[in-house]
């Protein structure tokens, strides 16, 4: 690798500089120096020669440790950027098939080089020479393609090995040797941007059985690389894939985001982000005690300068809460805000960004709507280009070994995310690549059922280019898990406006292609005519959901509010 040519080339350039000082020393003897003083100089010559071996680390001639043999370089329209580090002002020459690229190193060493732009494929070796060490770095067995960075904490970080069919998946990967998986370590958190990664749990390899088969949390990524897999499938094995697993357990959104990111919601710089809303069932593998931007310094900075087509992200277990560093009004804020830093820092504006709104799990806090209240603050994100959401609301996992928050449903999530980049990324005619989108609510009838509550028909609507060739579909027959209380689980509700309660509907049809829900709420001489100010759908910890469209992709939660209706459509 980059790595094990530069070590060995530091020692052959000590070996030369030690050979030629020695050799200066035989022409002193020759010029009628005395032995002492001869022994005087090799001394001192071992001694320079030994002091650039232990001070010259930093400034050896290396490849960015990002970067290696069997990585993937992002293939055209874009313009894929190798680089490095060396002595300052140090010419290097990089080469790449038949071109050759001039750079040199800057004041701190760090050297760049933009490759011409290139078609997907390979294998290429890309190689650099410095003047200064005369030696040369190699990469070999380098892919043009796609590049994807799959962040956030421990959902993203379950591993293949952890998920359903894990032994079929592993066994499988083996047949996709042009998708190349990379893996950052978890034992690096910095208060300030750092250059080159502190700790790698996995250099760039081949899929295999090995690469993406490590271990329990430990590589690869399930959902990055089921992710990656629908891709390459998509296209046929045609572009090769690069998948860059950069995440850590019980982390929230501000450990990931730049001090840049974090003033635009007003967050205080360094502060500590510890996870607030947890159970012994709910806590995370491995996370640090993050301080803001301490992950964004050490994992995501150092990537800065390389092309890549986007990232997915699952996070948000983390902030779910009620502190003013939690909870869905700041993550809302947050997490557009760390989106947009992103793609300002990697200098990609419209950079695909597909991320994974948070599945149930059996929380420790009866009847709370926190959880509810943070996937929904997530649903801000879908405002901005290029951002593509995958619900797992409708997979939860509630017998999972590894605690309910962290479910085994790994393919349905990779392949949602999948459909999202298809679409917005790549332009791709799918059916569709989300979930029906509830847009409105109309009262269809209303009468007294009593003396003080009235039956309700509300029609849905729906956004038409996320229902799909086919109508909508109900599936009547999804329930509450036995294992959640019943208390954690909700469908459709409909809020009073007499007194802003909310009422579990009596049920739901398909009238004709709508959906149609039913329900009973109380009213007051104020309220008959409007009697229902607000529905919702999901809202809760464990959210019921049964309207899908005809890609079966479910209507993610929702909620929405009511403007008064005429007398005539009650």
């Not at 509830?438 to 059922?449: D, H, L, N, Y």
Request: charged fraction near 15%.
């Amino acid at each position: 690798t980059g790595i094990q040519l530069w070590q060995w080339d530091r020692w052959m350039f000590v070996g030369q500089e030690l050979a030629r000082r020695i050799s200066s020393i035989w022409t002193s003897l020759e010029l009628g120096l005395g032995i002492m003083a001869t022994k005087i100089a090799v001394f001192a010559a071992f001694v320079l020669a030994l002091s650039h071996t232990c001070l010259g680390q930093d400034q050896s001639f290396r490849f960015s440790n990002t970067l290696g043999s069997n990585m993937v370089l992002q293939r055209k329209p874009h313009q894929a950027v190798v680089w490095g580090w060396s002595v300052p002002n140090d010419p290097v020459t990089v080469y790449h098939a038949n071109w050759v690229g001039p750079t040199e190193a800057d004041e701190n060493g760090m050297w760049k080089a933009e490759l011409p732009s290139t078609e997907e494929g390979g294998p290429y070796t890309i190689s650099a020479q410095s003047k200064h060490y005369r030696t040369e770095l190699r990469m070999d067995n380098v892919l043009f393609g796609d590049v994807y960075l799959c962040g956030g904490q421990s959902n993203m970080q379950f591993t293949v090995d952890s998920a359903f069919n894990a032994t079929a998946e592993v066994i499988a990967a083996a047949g996709y040797e042009d998708v190349r998986v990379f893996t950052v370590g978890q034992k690096t958190s910095s208060p300030t941007p750092l250059l080159e990664l502190e700790t790698i749990a996995q250099n760039w390899s081949q899929a295999s059985r090995a690469s993406v088969g490590g271990g329990n949390w430990t590589y690869f990524s399930a959902v990055c690389w089921f992710f990656g897999r629908n891709i390459y499938d998509h296209f046929k094995r045609a572009v090769p894939i690069g998948l860059i697993s950069n995440n850590w357990g019980g982390t929230c959104v501000q450990a990931w985001s730049s001090t840049d990111a974090l003033t635009k919601c007003n967050q205080t710089i360094g502060a500590s982000t510890a996870e607030e809303y947890t159970n012994p069932e709910d806590v995370e593998v491995g996370g640090p005690a993050a301080g803001n931007s301490n992950l964004y310094n050490a994992m995501i900075n150092p990537y800065l300068p390389m092309r890549i087509s986007g990232a997915i992200w699952y996070q948000g277990e983390c902030n779910v809460g009620a502190s003013p560093q939690h909870g869905g009004e700041y993550y809302g804020c947050q997490f557009p805000a760390m989106i947009d830093d992103w793609r300002t820092k990697f200098a990609l504006p419209d950079m695909y960004f597909g991320f994974v709104q948070l599945a149930p799990w059996i929380s420790s806090k009866s009847n709370s709507t926190l959880i509810a209240e943070l996937r929904q603050s997530q649903m801000m994100a879908t405002k901005m280009q290029n951002v593509g959401m995958a619900t797992a609301a409708d997979h939860g996992d509630a017998t999972s070994p590894f605690g309910s928050v962290h479910p085994r449903y790994k393919q349905v999530v990779g392949y949602r995310l999948a459909l999202t980049a298809l679409a917005l990324q790549y332009n791709e005619k799918v059916e569709v690549y989300q979930g029906p989108i509830c847009t409105g609510a109309t009262v269809m009838k209303s009468k007294e059922a009593s003396a003080n509550m009235v039956q309700v028909q509300m029609s849905l609507d729906f956004q038409p280019s996320t229902i799909g060739h086919g109508p909508l579909v109900l599936h009547k027959n999804i329930t509450c898990p036995k294992e959640v209380p019943a208390a954690s689980c909700s469908s459709f509700e409909l809020q009073a406006a007499c007194d802003m309660s909310w009422h579990a509907v009596t049920g739901v049809e398909m009238v004709g292609e709508n959906v149609a829900v039913m329900g009973m709420v109380p009213f007051t001489a104020a309220s008959k005519l409007h009697p229902v100010s607000a529905i919702r759908y999901g809202f809760s910890d464990w959210p019921v959901l049964s309207v899908y469209n005809s890609a079966d992709l479910p209507a993610p939660p929702f909620t929405l509010s009511l403007a008064p209706t005429s007398d005539s459509e009650q």
